[in-house]
Nanobody, 110 residues
Framework: VQLQASGGGRVQPGGSLRLSCAAS?????RGWYRRAPGKQRERVAR???????DYADSVKGRFTISRDNAKNTVYLQMNGLKPEDTAVYYC????????WGQGTLVTVSS
């Protein structure tokens, strides 16, 4: 199983980024966590196999998680980014065993 995360970068407050997580090896991407400097890991968003979604309160209304089944890829569209969104974002997959992507850094700064 491999998860390839991409799309991070540096953006100004109010800007947007789209993260992608492509899975191979027969697993299903379930969502995203993030870890900000000096803070605990936080689940950002998740999506079920039936495409139900839920979000951390801190990102509701700004982030959207979606899935492309043909590409076995999950996306995280992040709009209205704030400095407090700065973190390394990790996608995860699997059920009985959890797999993690390599992390992609998002920096929100002017």
């Amino acid at each position: 199983v491999q998860l390839q995360a991409s799309g991070g970068g540096r953006v100004q407050p109010g800007g947007s980024l789209r993260l992608s997580c492509a899975a191979s090896g027969g697993t299903t991407v379930r969502g995203w966590y993030r870890r900000a400097p000096g803070k605990q890991r936080e689940r950002v968003a998740r999506i079920t196999t039936g495409d139900n979604t839920d979000y951390a309160d801190s990102v509701k209304g700004r982030f959207t998680i979606s899935r492309d089944n043909a590409k076995n890829t999950v996306y995280l569209q992040m709009n209205g980014l704030k400095p407090e969104d700065t973190a390394v974002y990790y996608c995860y997959a699997g059920f009985s065993q959890i797999y993690w992507g390599q992390g992609t850094l998002v920096t929100v700064s002017s």
